[in-house]
């Protein structure tokens, strides 16, 4: 197998789990493959149990607070093991949702964006998810993200509801949203924006990385939205004590790339690299259709 195979699986029990991921991870054992479980620790336990240490065993997407991070860190890992001689990787991994307690937008942006992400490496990603606690519409997803999806049988089958591009899930208004904006501006240039934000970030209670982090997300994603979107861009920010939510909306389709923000790129002169360091700097990131338009929404502060 060259390249990356992108394959999920659903269970609704442990015993189901075990019986999809271990004949999967022991073939690849057999075959002196590497084989990797980067689960969350619940279903990394299980497999420690009936495999032992033959497996190695990296973090879970729970571990990283961004996806950036987690596709960072495992692109390293499988670029050192290639140089190293890898002919096929195998890898089990589940990824943070809602009902894991997870934000899901930019995870989903990431189950879309790994297909190219990890195109280059000789890895067989395997995704299940536990349909005890995944949201229907979080599966609706995952479906759309996967090429390939795996039984308990041991099929290993093309995923006919697998679509090419970004995952189907529509922008969540942040619950700070039910409130008037304190800025709320119409095209306005990023020195304006940046302007009006400093004028309202002296009442929340945010460390000066983290206001640096407002300021300069405020001013990439109008820039972004004058530069690439459709006017009118309207720029809003709403505050708590400690939280700040920023989001502009245009009118356009915003990109339709599925590793915008998630992998560094300077392929254009602003949108790619400034949506990037949004994505490792910013507690929570945002970016797709809503009522109003394409709307990207950034977090910072507080809790998400």
Do not use: K
């Not at 060259?2 to 690849?28: C, I, K, N, R």
């Not at 937008?105 to 189950?111: G, L, P, S, V």
């Amino acid at each position: 197998m060259t390249g990356f195979f992108h394959e999920t699986a659903f269970y609704g029990s442990d015993d189901d789990f075990l019986a999809l991921v271990v004949p999967f991870l022991e073939d690849g054992l057999r075959a002196d493959e590497a084989v990797v479980v980067a689960c969350a620790e619940q279903n990394t336990g299980l497999v420690r149990s009936a495999l032992g240490a033959d497996v190695v065993y990296l973090p879970g997407a729970d571990q990283y607070s961004r996806p950036s991070e987690a596709i960072s860190t495992y692109r390293d890992f499988f670029h050192e093991h290639t140089e190293a001689g890898a002919r096929q990787m195998r890898v089990v991994g589940d990824v943070p949702h809602p009902g894991t307690g997870a934000s899901w937008d930019w995870w989903a942006r990431y189950e879309a964006a790994v297909n190219q992400a990890y195109a280059e490496f000789p890895v067989w990603g395997l995704c299940p998810y536990d349909m005890r606690t995944t949201p229907e519409d979080v599966l609706a997803d995952v479906v759309r993200t996967h090429p390939n999806i795996a039984t308990a049988l041991g099929t290993h089958e093309v995923n006919p509801g697998f679509r090419e591009g970004l995952a189907g899930t529509r922008q969540v208004a942040d619950e700070l949203e039910r409130c008037a904006p304190l800025v709320d501006l119409v095209d306005a240039s990023a020195g304006a924006v940046r302007e009006a934000v400093g004028g309202v970030l002296g009442a929340i209670a945010l460390s000066e990385d983290g206001a640096h982090d407002v300021v300069y997300a405020a001013s990439e994603i109008v820039t972004n939205g004058l530069t690439h979107g459709v006017a009118p861009v309207r720029f809003r920010l709403w505050a708590d004590e400690s939280r700040v939510v920023v989001a502009v909306t245009d009118r356009g389709p915003g990109p339709s790339d599925p590793l915008a923000g998630l992998v560094p790129t300077t392929a254009t002169r602003t949108a790619g690299l400034g949506l990037w360091i949004l994505h490792r700097t910013c507690d929570y990131v945002a970016m797709g259709q809503d009522s109003d338009g394409f709307t990207v929404r950034v977090s910072v502060g507080g809790q998400t």
